[in-house]
């Protein structure tokens, strides 16, 4: 095992330099940079000044040249400073990560504690009414557009019952301390929380309720149930048990997805998290907050399915890495 | 277990929002009236709250909060004395031309809010950061003519022999050099714009699945620019130049500093200094005096010429002597609270708060009181929007304009372009989009500044058929198809990029000039893109038309947009006018302290400009500011509220309920 993961840790870090020139590529040759981009419209800048510009933001290098500049650097941990944020690239995400892990951890958690359960109860009562009305609420959650779910629970909730704040993060007005900020901050959270559970709850309870059908048509489901074990036990013990195999795995998938940040409800909600800051960043043509976040959410996924494959071995006795 | 799941999340629901109404009213004061905190509802901030720094217009509104300018602008843009006051001599200069001297005071007993007192040297302070060798931030002081910056910015005493020793060596360059030049320029397109793109655009048809297809290009491509070399002379001149010019920068700084001081600029006591810049010029004055002052006790202990390592790492927690302190910026919000030692008064908002909003619920938040002041975009559903809630608003004209281009060096005959002129039915477009929000002006300027001509008059009405004379003038006729073709056979066919078009005021004009031009059996492209490719593919001359605006003017100057010298490649001069009369007139205009006779010049230029048929004005547009009378109490605003002076200009005296 330890062989196993040692031979994969050294297979990232080429992954991640194929990765990481890729993605240098892909952004230097976006249309537009940052100077052209922050002097647009103004009819004071000069031409020597932008150029002079471009020099100081390490813009006039080729390609190739720029890409070794910054990897040098950021072998040693020097991701450079944000163009648009002028702070070192790992505090700007270090501030926001956590913000948009607030967020997207807890919808991530009542998805577990909503998916499964219901996943596993529509199992039990295929082409029932419950089996039929559970899919298609999943389905209809899947298919719905996060900015257009976000904008009808805006009008309902915040704009015409007034329950829950229209966005924001807390209240400007109080000037909130410890356990009340918290309050308030979670009060706003609702809304976007509600978002990401909705429109994602489907994916997870489906992948639940294909992966318990199989179990339950399993041989050992019917020895079990031939043997008079009661269904409580039949469906608890048995079939869930070996359900949560595959549920596990995809659990340690969803690692990049948590820190990430969410583009389009952050947005909405004008929540400060990394989604919300990767945009403004790809808008304003921030070269080294682009690579830093990509690299982070690069090494995010390999680690994910690094833990994913790990896992599969700790919960699936059959399964030797050696 | 979904019943108990279902009324746990329910449970936390009410106790969050129960909590969240105990605290919500928890920032008032009974004594101070209902309210004591403005919040200023912005679109998403960058967080660089320096001035020397700062990119966002929505950063600047909390920059100019936390800091006191010299001078600022009046409501009718005229410079008025603020924080201190500048006052223009001219002089004769050494070499016989003529100089401005500037004389810069400070108001004497103003103090930061630190409690350390306001002098000249702080100004001082303020313009070496912004005159530094390696100053990357937007300010534009660095265009001036001071005496001596350029000695300052190359480090080297004397700097206008090595200049012209750069000049006369990159002018002679060896055909070897050339030819060097145009291998470098090829790897660079290659580099920047792949083997296969290049294949395309030059129409070389080589086969993509060839293994050597890459060196296939690069050669095909390469014998290209060989053959036009000559062509490719005046960049290699201009190369040679800017490397000349790199090293000479570096090479100065490296080895020590030579120069410490730009010899233009005085200090003569401690609360006056002098600035000498050559010539005369509108602008300067406003250079130099709309600037804030920064602490030099807090931003600069270790600033040295050439590192503004030290100055950039107080960005984030600016320190001043405006109206109010700046206490933090978390969770999208930003807290200032009322500086008691202001030098113009204590303001009597004790607490003020930017809080980010997204665009599209700016007017939203304001009706169910979360925010007090914003700037929504203005368009006729929110002005009817407000009108419903009873929420009071000023509308100001925008100090900028839209336009319509037309590139003259693609579209090179005058006649095509003046019958494209003739096609822009502007009115209607406009007045559909905005309403009363915006109006059709008639020369390339925004109608805030005083030198703008309120008495033009349109110079290309609509009318299809005068298009279809000067089409005809041009040598266009239509062929047995139908086409409008010239003697050639070619049909005539123009390219317009628009960004977002599904959403542009111009989208009107542009959709009328295709139904016309497809009647005059000409072909009208319109592409819609990214805004950022956009402005790429007009800087690289590779539109016919664009459709775009200028904004953040407040003087007068041309200078970057129409003059010859601008339309070198990045230059703003993307219409390739270029005209010795108007260079003239530009020049002269800058030039011209006397605001009637500068303005006789100006409408001359614009007359000129509006001759070459290369820019077509389209709109003067408002912007809107709202505030929420529940909270504001609006008798408190400015009485006349404009483009250069809003409730911030007087935020001392703005009271809420």
């Known amino acids: 095992m330890k062989q196993y993961i040692i031979r994969r840790i050294l297979i990232s870090i080429f992954v991640l330099f194929g990765v990481s020139f890729l993605l240098y590529a892909i952004i230097r040759m976006m249309p537009g940079d940052f100077i052209s981009q922050v002097t647009s419209g103004n009819p004071q800048i000069t031409e020597e000044m932008k150029e002079n510009l471009r020099a100081l933001y390490g813009l006039d290098k080729g390609i190739i040249e720029g890409y070794f500049s910054w990897a040098k650097d950021a072998i040693r941990g020097d991701l450079g400073t944000s163009f648009v944020y002028k702070q070192p690239v790992t505090q700007v995400i270090g501030d926001r990560m956590w913000v948009s892990f607030a967020l997207a951890g807890t919808a991530f958690v009542l998805q577990l504690l909503i998916a499964i359960p219901l996943g596993v109860l529509a199992a039990t009562k295929q082409y029932s009414k419950t089996d039929y009305t559970i899919v298609a609420v999943a389905l209809a959650g899947i298919s719905l557009p996060s900015f257009f779910f976000a904008a009808v629970l805006k009008r309902i909730f915040a704009v015409e019952l007034g329950w829950f704040p229209l966005q924001g993060m807390v209240t400007a007005r109080a000037d909130l301390e410890g356990m009340a900020l918290f309050l308030d901050m979670a009060w706003h959270f609702v809304l976007p929380v509600t978002v990401f559970v909705v429109t994602s709850i489907g994916g997870l309870l489906r992948y639940t309720r294909t992966n318990m059908l199989e179990v339950l048509n399993a041989d050992y489901v019917r020895t079990a149930r031939a043997k008079g074990v009661s269904e409580g036990k039949v469906i608890g013990r048995h079939a869930f048990r070996n359900t949560l195999i595959p549920i596990v795995t995809m659990v340690g998938g969803s690692l990049p997805s948590l820190f990430a940040g969410a583009i389009i409800t952050e947005g909405i909600f004008s929540i400060d998290g990394l989604g919300q800051t990767a945009l403004n960043a790809i808008h304003n043509g921030d070269i080294p907050f682009l690579m830093g976040y990509n690299m982070f959410i690069a090494i995010l996924t390999l680690l994910g399915t690094l833990i994913a494959d790990i896992l599969y071995a700790v919960v699936d006795p059959r399964v030797r890495y050696n | ?657």
């Open chain 2, 1 to 657: 277990m979904f019943k108990r799941i279902a009324a746990i999340l329910l449970a936390a629901c009410m106790t969050i929002s129960f909590a969240s109404c105990n605290n919500g009213e928890g920032g008032q004061d009974p004594t101070q009236g209902k309210y004591d905190t403005l919040v200023i509802g912005v679109s998403p901030l960058n967080g660089v709250f320096s001035p020397f720094f700062y990119t966002s217009a929505y950063d600047a509104q909390v920059i100019d909060m936390v800091f006191s300018p010299i001078c600022v602008l009046d409501a009718d843009n005229v410079m008025i004395p603020a924080a201190g006051s500048i006052s223009a001599e001219q002089i004769d200069g050494d070499n016989g031309q003529v100089q401005t001297k500037y004389t810069v005071k400070v108001q004497e007993g103003m103090k930061f809010t630190d409690g350390e007192p306001v002098t000249i040297d702080d100004v001082l302070f303020t313009y070496y950061v912004y005159l530094d060798p390696n100053y990357d931030g937007m300010g534009t002081m660095n265009t001036l003519p001071i005496v001596g910056l350029n000695e300052y910015k190359y480090d080297t005493p004397d700097y206008s022999q090595k200049i012209a020793e750069f000049q006369q060596q990159s002018q002679n360059i060896t055909d070897e050099e050339l030819d060097a030049f145009v291998e470098k320029y090829t790897d660079l397109d290659m580099q920047n714009y792949g083997a296969a793109y290049i294949n395309e655009a030059l129409g070389l048809g080589l086969d993509e699945s060839a293994a050597d297809f890459e060196e296939q290009v690069r050669a095909a491509y390469l014998a290209m620019n060989m053959e036009s070399k000559e062509d490719l002379r005046a960049d290699a001149q201009a190369d040679k130049y800017d490397q000349l010019i790199a090293g000479f920068v570096t090479g100065n700084l490296s080895d020590g500093i030579d120069v410490e001081s730009i010899s233009g600029i005085e200090r003569i006591d401690d609360y006056t200094c002098t600035v000498l810049v050559d010539g005369i010029s509108i602008t300067a004055d406003r250079q130099l005096a709309l600037q804030p002052i920064l602490p030099e006790h807090y931003y600069g202990p270790d600033f040295q010429k050439g590192d503004l390592s030290a100055v950039h790492a107080k960005d984030a927690a600016p320190m001043g002597s405006g109206p109010y302190i700046f206490q933090s910026y978390n969770n999208n919000i930003v807290s200032l609270t009322a500086n008691p030692d202001y030098y113009k008064g204590e303001p009597k908002i004790k607490n003020l708060k930017f809080q980010v909003v997204s665009e599209d619920d700016k007017v939203n938040a304001t009706i169910l009181g979360d925010i007090d002041i914003t700037d929504p975009s203005a368009s006729i559903e929110v002005m009817e929007q407000l009108h419903e809630e009873g929420i009071e608003y000023s509308l100001v004209d925008n100090n900028g304009y839209g336009y319509i281009a037309i590139n003259a060096k693609r579209v090179p005959d005058i006649n095509v372009r003046k019958g494209l002129m003739h096609l822009m039915n502007r009115g209607p477009a406009i007045e559909a989009y905005y309403g009363e929000l915006a109006e059709v002006i008639e020369r390339p300027m925004t109608t805030t500044l005083a030198e703008y001509p309120d008495d033009a008059t349109e110079y290309y009405g609509y009318s299809p058929e005068k298009a279809a004379e000067y089409f005809e003038k041009a040598g266009y006729t239509k062929d047995a198809s139908g086409k409008l073709v010239n003697s050639d056979g070619e049909q005539l066919s123009i390219e317009i990029g628009i960004g977002e078009l599904s959403n542009h005021p111009a989208a009107g004009i542009l959709t009328q000039m295709k139904i016309d031009m497809d009647a005059l059996g000409a072909e009208f492209i319109i592409s819609d893109m990214d805004p950022n490719v956009l402005f790429d593919r007009m800087q690289n001359d590779d539109l016919d038309m664009f459709v775009a605006a200028w904004g953040n003017a407040n003087d007068c100057d041309l200078t970057q947009i129409f003059s010859s010298s601008s339309t070198v490649p990045g230059g703003s001069n993307r219409v390739w006018l270029q005209d010795e009369e108007l260079d003239k007139l530009i020049l002269q205009s800058t030039q011209t302290l006397d605001l009637e006779e500068r303005s006789e010049i100006v409408a001359q230029e614009l007359d000129i400009i509006m001759d070459w048929a290369v820019y077509m004005p389209i709109y003067q547009r408002k912007n809107l500011i709202i505030y929420n009378p529940e909270v504001v109490n609006t008798d408190t605003l400015p009485e006349r509220v404009t483009t250069y002076w809003t409730y911030a200009s007087e935020i001392e005296n703005l009271e809420l309920h």
